[in-house]
């Protein structure tokens, strides 16, 4: 499937990918609407919700159990644990912007005054977090951390 230096590049990104899209259609259908109640309106707006930390966290472990046994590497219990923490992390990275974007009275789905200056901040923050556990949890080198950041954007 892909070379030592590109497989946990592909492992890192598909499945975080996969899981926002399958949670993005779970969102449209109104999948489990008990799960979609705002974790706190005050902080972090409607749309934090728990279906995101829940859906987030099963399908990423989900994919990443898939993209293992796919590969036919062996270590599939220890994929399913690193996507739940990748999916967990990822709904929680969020959070922080969510909570500054409230401070400064932008609306939920909008931008600020400075689109593209949010959007990196935005984008640079989740990335620095889940990278930066995904190097923890699983040994990449400096420059597949480069690779998969520069990738990422």
Same mark, same amino acid.
């Given at each position: 499937?892909?070379? !030592?230096?590109? %497989?946990?590049?592909?492992?890192?990104?598909?499945?975080?990918? %996969?899981?926002?899209?399958?949670?993005?259609?779970? @969102?449209?259908?109104?999948?489990?609407?008990?799960?979609?109640?705002?974790?706190?309106? =005050?902080?972090? &707006?409607?749309?934090?919700?728990? =279906?995101?930390?829940?859906? %987030?966290?099963?399908?990423?472990?989900?994919?990443?159990?898939?993209?293992?046994?796919?590969?036919?590497?062996?270590?599939?219990?220890?994929?399913?644990?690193? !996507?739940?923490?990748? !999916?967990?992390?990822?709904?929680?990275?969020?959070?922080?912007?969510?909570?500054?974007? =409230? =401070?400064?009275?932008?609306?939920? &789905?909008?931008? !600020?005054?400075?689109?593209?200056?949010?959007?990196?901040?935005?984008?640079?923050?989740?990335?620095?977090?889940?990278?930066?556990?995904?190097?923890?949890?699983?040994?990449?080198? @400096?420059?597949?951390?480069?690779? %998969?950041?520069?990738?990422?954007?």
């Amino acid at each position: 499937m892909c070379d !030592g230096f590109l %497989l946990p590049i592909v492992m890192f990104v598909l499945p975080l990918v %996969l899981a926002n899209l399958s949670h993005m259609i779970c @969102i449209k259908l109104d999948l489990f609407p008990s799960f979609a109640r705002p974790i706190s309106e =005050r902080h972090f &707006g409607e749309s934090k919700t728990y =279906r995101g930390f829940v859906l %987030l966290t099963v399908f990423t472990a989900a994919y990443c159990v898939a993209m293992v046994y796919l590969s036919k590497l062996k270590f599939v219990p220890f994929a399913m644990v690193v !996507g739940a923490v990748l !999916g967990f992390v990822y709904a929680l990275a969020e959070l922080p912007n969510s909570f500054m974007k =409230r =401070r400064l009275n932008i609306e939920i &789905g909008q931008q !600020g005054q400075c689109k593209w200056l949010q959007l990196f901040v935005d984008k640079f923050y989740v990335l620095f977090v889940l990278i930066s556990v995904y190097y923890v949890i699983i040994y990449i080198s @400096i420059i597949q951390v480069i690779f %998969l950041f520069l990738l990422s954007f």
